[in-house]
Structure formats: structure tokens, C-alpha cells
């Protein structure tokens, strides 16, 4: 099966910014125990302007995907859980409000030896051992520093036909054992 790291677009450059997010509870380290610890749902603010970007994903505090993808991760993962970040702008009058997911994804050790990693730990160039991936549809990768999701190429897909955007799609290398 084909992955592929999704990231947020680099050419986005006034990405929404949920405010007094509390780093240390939405973080993608997080034990399964400390996310179900989350409340369920919160109310967060934003400051609104028309040039203001919001993609389907988010990578700050943590890991955070629309309303809209959040129902396609459903569709390919029925028994995946979220956690609601309802998003209301700073001005009274603007009625846009905008709701995001804190989904639980597991993290998976799928490293392959050939991943190079800069001497400040973060990776290179990413290499994922192909059977310890279980066919999952989106997971993230264990043991870097960094955040990396990947999803499959049938998930990539379906993202890219449901008009998802602001995000990079990176084919991931392989290898077989």
C-alpha cells in the first residue's frame, strides 16, 4: 500500500489560529488516558479577517483537522475518536464560527533504519517499514521529534475529490520485509 505525509501548505501564510489552546492538554504525544481526559467539546476565539486561511488541518498546538474531514476520517475509521474545538471570531457581529477535531490517531513504530535524521534529530528523509503499518488509513509516526502523519493513498484520494485543502501531500518510501 502507497502513504503519503501530509503537512499543512507552505505557500499558506495567515493560517487561523485557535487561541488559549492549553498546549499541555491538546499535544500529540498525549497517552490515550490524557485524551480522554479532554473535555468532549470547548470554545475557543479567533482573530477574523478576509484574508485569514483555513485549511482542513492544523498543526498548532496539535494536530487538528475541520469538521469536514473529520467526517471523511469517519468514513474510513468509524471507531475513531475526537475531541471538539468550536472556534468563534474575536468581533461579535462576524457569525462564522468554525469547528475542529483533536482526533485520537495512533501513533505507530514504523521507522525503518534508513530514515535520516539531521543531527538535530529532526528527520531528512523518511523511510517506513510497510508491514508495520496495518493497512491503517492515517497514523503518525513514532519516534521523531516532530509531528508526521501519514495517510494512505486511498485516503489521500478521497481528500483530494471531497475538495480538502491546504495541505501537501509527500509520498513516503517503503521499505519491505
Known sequence: MKYFMVSQD???????????????LYRDGASKKEFDGVQSMIVTYFDNSQELEK???LYTPAFL???????????????????????????VE???ALLYWWPWIPRVKCLS??????????????????????????????????????????????MLRHGLWGMDYTPVDMERR
Open 94 to 96: 462576524d457569525p462564522e
Open 10 to 24: 507552505k505557500a499558506l501564510s495567515n493560517v487561523i489560529a485557535p487561541e488559549k489552546l492549553d498546549s499541555s
Open 113 to 158: 533504519e534508513q530514515t535520516a535524521k539531521y543531527p538535530t534529530g529532526l528527520v531528512e528523509h523518511l523511510v517506513v517499514v510497510e508491514s508495520r503499518l496495518q493497512d491503517r488509513p492515517m497514523l503518525m509516526v513514532d519516534g521523531t521529534i516532530e509531528t508526521i502523519v501519514l495517510v494512505s493513498l486511498e485516503l489521500a484520494e478521497a
Open 55 to 57: 485549511p482542513d488541518i
Open 65 to 91: 483537522v475541520s469538521d469536514k474531514l473529520k467526517k471523511l476520517l469517519r468514513a474510513f475509521d468509524p471507531k475513531m475518536k475526537c475531541k471538539g474545538i468550536r472556534c468563534y471570531p474575536h468581533e
